[in-house]
T-cell receptor, first 113, second 113 residues
Framework: AQSVAQPEDQVNVAEGNPLTVKCTYS??????LFWYVQYPNRGLQFLLKYITGDNLVKGSYGFEAEFNKSQTSFHLKKPSALVSDSALYFC???????????FGTGTRLLVSP | DTAVSQTPKYLVTQMGNDKSIKCEQN?????MYWYKQDSKKFLKIMFS???????INETVPNRFSPKSPDKAHLNLHINSLELGDSAVYFC????????????FGPGTRLTVT
């Protein structure tokens, strides 16, 4: 079965510093990977995806993610964090047998002023 | 224009009652989903419909009954509500054969007392 793991419950970073939110995956076949963000009391918003192609994927709000096949990772990155980036971030993988996404447990990002 | 909408946003009810949550999407997608997010923010799929047909039914109690009158709507009816049903329920949609990302509604916070 497809799965993703987010090893950090929380990531703390100072505003202006680069941020990384980690995700590793386990799939059979080619992975379809996604990042979503959830602000308090809101639904999930799609940030970016990797289906195929370049290993560095650019998404919304200045976020990008690096697909690394050898390390089975898909880490979310941003060069300079904003306080407004503070939210809950979910990594997800598409189950190739079904049209569903399998989500990680989420990582809370706290950006301090 | 709201892409995926849910009503109500909040639902407070007593144990044993029956309640419904409605979802509508105006994205022209053919697949819709219900997810449950528990108090620890863990997100798990419950059901998925493709063109009004049930394609995913995870291990959900049969007190939960989804209904899709057309491909733009997916409702969730819950019978005999229990305390453990308290959660945030998210509707989502996607397009078969598309780029696979799902778009989420704002969520319905269900509190069973």
């Amino acid at each position: 079965a497809q799965s993703v793991a987010q090893p950090e419950d929380q990531v703390n970073v100072a505003e202006g510093n680069p941020l990384t939110v980690k995700c590793t995956y386990s799939v059979s076949g080619n992975p379809y990977l996604f990042w979503y963000v959830q602000y308090p009391n809101r639904g999930l918003q799609f940030l970016l995806k990797y289906i195929t192609g370049d290993n560095l994927v650019k998404g919304s709000y200045g976020f990008e993610a690096e697909f690394n096949k050898s390390q089975t990772s898909f880490h979310l990155k941003k060069p300079s964090a904003l306080v407004s980036d503070s939210a809950l971030y979910f990594c997800a993988v598409r189950d190739t047998g079904f049209q569903k996404l399998v989500f990680g447990t989420g990582t809370r990002l706290l950006v301090s002023p | 224009d709201t892409a995926v909408s849910q009503t109500p946003k909040y639902l407070v009810t007593q144990m044993g009652n029956d309640k419904s949550i409605k979802c509508e999407q105006n994205l022209g997608h053919d697949t819709m989903y219900w997810y449950k997010q528990d108090s620890k923010k863990f997100l798990k799929i419950m059901f998925s419909y493709n063109n009004k047909e049930l394609i995913i039914n995870e291990t959900v109690p049969n007190r939960f009954s989804p209904k899709s009158p057309d491909k733009a709507h997916l409702n969730l009816h819950i019978n005999s509500l229990e305390l453990g049903d308290s959660a945030v329920y998210f509707c989502a949609s996607s397009q078969t054969g598309g780029s696979y990302e799902q778009y989420f509604g704002p969520g319905t916070r269900l509190t069973v007392t």
